[in-house]
């Protein structure tokens, strides 16, 4: 088949890159490739009775998919500059805001209308944190939450679904370069396009290396976030979160001087399993719907770690601690504050006598044995931290789930059109390493579809 545009993957990225195509110019012969289901069959077969651990998939319904890693999320679209990838660099800061912000329209006119924007301008809690030695970072959150997030992107599938030509279940292995064209293939079929978007995410990380180095397309190696998921009665965080819904707060620890901070914040949610690669990791939502949230906030403590040389590879890092805690608990592992700060495991005794109820099924255990000492330090500093703006954070009855990590893809070079060195094969989204978040993912999409529309329009110059 011959496409004007093949968008690969379809996350945020490849959604929005083709919904901005497809509202300029329907004319235009579109092809969604995607390596998962399409939404409504998108489904986890833990069902905590017959199965209630991963079976490793060939495809994880969780990561992979229309609406990709993030169709289960909290659906917070943080428009902000400040964190969620860096974007800004290559398009610049005002360009960048504009963009969130157009898609934070477009989300709600296709079902969040009616979910409420946080921000944190003129907030007293920013003074409160750093009267504390902690940093508020500035943004604003829109919070679909996990139910609207997936209506939006049910309503997004409809207005495109006869419009492009979707090819779910389809794992693209090959884009090769002929002549101006770019020939893309997978499953013993190969398509012919003008212009190919890439937006692979994170699950794509493997594949776009390694088409990366077919390609001769350099890459830099990224940094890796480690660290742990609290949960906590969400009366400790109300104050914080009634205001703000998400709070985004840096601490530099005393001891060794890095920087811990917390991480997509789920007030009355829940605490769930991530798979990534094979490899189960924590993470966390809540939904918009008062009927189905918890008693209990959750949110990550992440420290950042970059590796240069000899050992480049940051992700084989976290790969290999999150693969030690599932050596150790099966899964992953669930600690008391107060048994981790006594240095003694946590048991099913001790968890189910705690006067916080955890939200998922894991294994009580040592995070100790698990995360190098400095990581868990500079976590352990940060929770006394934020005793001191919200009381009750380090009770001993704080359930710290690990390990979290957050893998990013290595760095693509990519030009200010997020154009590679071929002309008309964009690499977006955080399959990139340039994005991380849902924002500037869909932003990164908007953004390539209107750089490939100006040259549409200029069709008597060889379109
Ligand atoms: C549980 C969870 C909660 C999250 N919560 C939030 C949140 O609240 N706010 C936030 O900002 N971010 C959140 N994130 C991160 C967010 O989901 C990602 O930043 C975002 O989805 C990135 O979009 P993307 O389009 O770049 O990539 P992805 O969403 O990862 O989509 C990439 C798609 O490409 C497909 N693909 C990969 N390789 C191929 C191939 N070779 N051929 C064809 N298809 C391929 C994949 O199957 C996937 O569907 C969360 C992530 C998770 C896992």
Sequence with gaps: ????????????????????????????????????????????????????????????DIMSGFGGAGAFSDGKYNITNDFGGTLYKYIGKKQALDLMEYVDAINLSYGGEGTKLYSTANTSIKKL????????????VRHLGTDINYVVLENLYEYLKDKVEFRFNYKVEDIEVKEGIYLVSGQDKSDECRKCIVSVGRTGSRWMEEICKKLDIAT?????????????????????????????????????????????????????????????????????????????????????KHFSEPFENSNEYGESIARLSNMLGGGVILQRFGDLIRGRRSNEN???????????NATPGDLSLVLPKRILDGIIEMIYALDKIAPGTANEDTLLYGVEVKFYNMEVQVDPN?????????????????????????????????QILKEVLDKQKGW
């Design 1 to 60: 088949m011959k496409y004007d545009v093949i968008i690969v993957g379809a996350g945020p990225g490849g959604i929005f890159s083709a919904y901005e195509l497809m509202k300029a110019d329907p004319s235009l012969k579109v092809g969604v490739f995607e390596a998962g289901n399409e939404l409504k069959k998108r489904k986890c077969p833990i069902d905590g009775e017959k199965i209630t651990s991963c079976i490793h998939c060939a495809s994880c």
């Design 129 to 140: 944190c750093m009267q504390n030695q902690l940093n508020l970072l500035n943004a604003s």
């Design 220 to 304: 830099k190696s990224n940094r890796v976030d480690l660290g742990v998921r609290v949960e906590l009665p969400a009366a400790i965080f109300s104050h914080l979160t009634d205001e703000l819904y998400e709070s985004k707060i840096v601490y530099r620890t005393e001891t060794f001087e890095d920087k811990v901070r917390t991480f997509c914040m789920n007030p009355k949610g829940i605490v769930v399993n991530e798979n990534t690669n094979g490899i189960v990791t924590v993470n966390g939502h809540s939904y918009e719907d008062p009927k189905k949230q918890t008693e209990n906030t959750n949110f990550a403590l992440l420290v950042a």
């Design 350 to 360: 001790r968890i189910s006598e705690s006067f916080v109820t955890p939200t998922l």
């Design 418 to 450: 997020l154009e590679t060195k071929y002309k008309g094969l964009y690499i977006i989204g955080d399959g990139s390493g340039v994005t991380h978040s849902l924002s500037h993912a869909s932003a990164s999409g908007v953004y390539v579809s209107r």
